[in-house]
């Protein structure tokens, strides 16, 4: 089992910068890959970035190629998104995952554990 606890999300203007992180616990961290998808209300739930099990690998959602970065510090169980330029657009409750496929992936049904969220509000 693993528990993954975001954190992070606030209300911010358009243009501005923001950091999400994620805490996990369970299994040891370096046995998954870990991701980040959003949910904006009365819309699916969207890939945004992943991660392959050492950090050696990153995917983007074509949404937020260029702005966004993730990244996993294996020493502190975190994940992190770094999210720049922001775009009212980007407003959404951003949830961290963890998936087996250890290489990394942007597939939903790949991904089997979840936190439970955190909201990101861009005013424009």
């Known amino acids: 089992q693993v528990q993954l606890v975001e954190s992070g999300g606030v209300l911010v203007q358009a243009g501005g910068s923001l950091r999400l992180s994620c805490a996990a616990s369970?299994?040891?961290?370096?046995?998954?890959?870990m991701g980040w998808f959003r949910q904006a209300p009365r819309k699916e739930r969207e890939f945004v970035a992943a991660?392959?099990?050492?950090?050696?690998?990153?995917y983007y959602g074509n949404s937020v190629k260029g702005r966004f970065t993730i990244s996993r510090d294996n020493a502190k169980n975190t994940v992190h998104l770094q999210m720049n330029s922001l775009k009212p657009e980007d407003t959404a409750v951003y949830y961290c995952a963890a998936s087996t496929v250890v290489a990394g992936t942007w597939v939903y049904e790949e991904y089997h554990y979840w936190g439970q969220g955190t909201q990101v509000t861009v005013s424009s």
């Open positions: 369970g299994r040891p961290f370096s046995t998954y890959s």
């Open positions: 991660i392959s099990w050492n950090g050696g690998n990153t």
